[in-house]
Antibody, heavy 118, light 107 residues
Framework: EVQLVESGGGLVKPGGSLRLSCAAS????????MNWVRQAPGKGLEWVAS????????YYADSLKGRFTISRDNAKNSLYLVINSLRAEDTAVYYC???????????WGQGTLVTVSS | DIQMTQSPSTLSASVGDRVTITCRAS??????LAWYQQKPGKAPKLLIY???SLESGVPSRFSGSGSGTEFTLTISSLQPDDFATYYC?????????FGQGTKVEIK
């Protein structure tokens, strides 16, 4: 069974940093590109970043470049997202998501909530 | 960035209705388009990829069509389990974008 389990969310003060993790199981992690997608409370989906299977290609949403860093450790079947200089508008559920063979995202984790507030 | 515009934002329909949601891209994306269903408090679920390919396990009442800049998601006969929010997503460019969503409500 495919599983993506996010962790690392929580309450953070503005200006702080956070590292989100995603533990993958049930598939061959090193064969799939991976993504982070976020959803602010009551709002739509926003793609954050993608990383290919070997970390050779990394892409970020233009509006988020500079504060977000995506990475992966294939030996640990894990995906990461570091967010620096957190702002109130970064408050969202952050989803870890897998690219399927057709390139579209075909599986999502349940998400981890990040709340930025003083 | 490629912008994706969905219409309508909200749709009221009854069980058994045929429902169509439209998604327009700001530039051509060939058929690099997916549709997702999301229910409150849950992660999105892939319905359609490559504009018209049905994901395994998804009921055949869901279908997708279109290419270039105009796409549609059709539910042929709305079922109680289909009341949810639907998103289109383009993955043509390195920078993916989602539509703003269409909420399908009970009439």
């Amino acid at each position: 069974e495919v599983q993506l389990v996010e962790s690392g969310g929580g309450l953070v003060k503005p200006g702080g940093s956070l590292r989100l993790s995603c533990a993958a199981s049930g598939f061959t992690f090193n064969r799939n590109s991976m993504n982070w997608v976020r959803q602010a409370p009551g709002k739509g989906l926003e793609w954050v970043a993608s990383i290919d299977s070997t970390s050779g290609y990394i892409y970020y949403a233009d509006s988020l470049k500079g504060r977000f860093t995506i990475s992966r450790d294939n030996a640990k079947n894990s995906l990461y997202l570091v967010i620096n200089s957190l702002r109130a508008e970064d408050t969202a559920v952050y989803y870890c998501a897998r690219d399927g063979p057709a390139v579209a995202i075909d599986f999502w984790g349940q998400g981890t909530l990040v709340t930025v507030s003083s | 960035d490629i912008q994706m515009t969905q219409s309508p934002s909200t749709l009221s329909a009854s069980v058994g209705d045929r429902v169509t949601i439209t998604c327009r891209a700001s530039q051509s994306i060939s058929t690099w388009l997916a549709w997702y269903q999301q229910k409150p408090g849950k992660a999105p679920k892939l319905l359609i990829y490559k504009a018209s390919s049905l994901e395994s396990g998804v009921p055949s009442r869901f279908s997708g069509s279109g290419s270039g800049t105009e796409f549609t998601l059709t539910i042929s006969s709305l079922q109680p389990d289909d009341f949810a929010t639907y998103y289109c997503q383009q993955y043509n460019s390195y920078s993916q974008t989602f539509g703003q969503g269409t909420k399908v409500e009970i009439k």
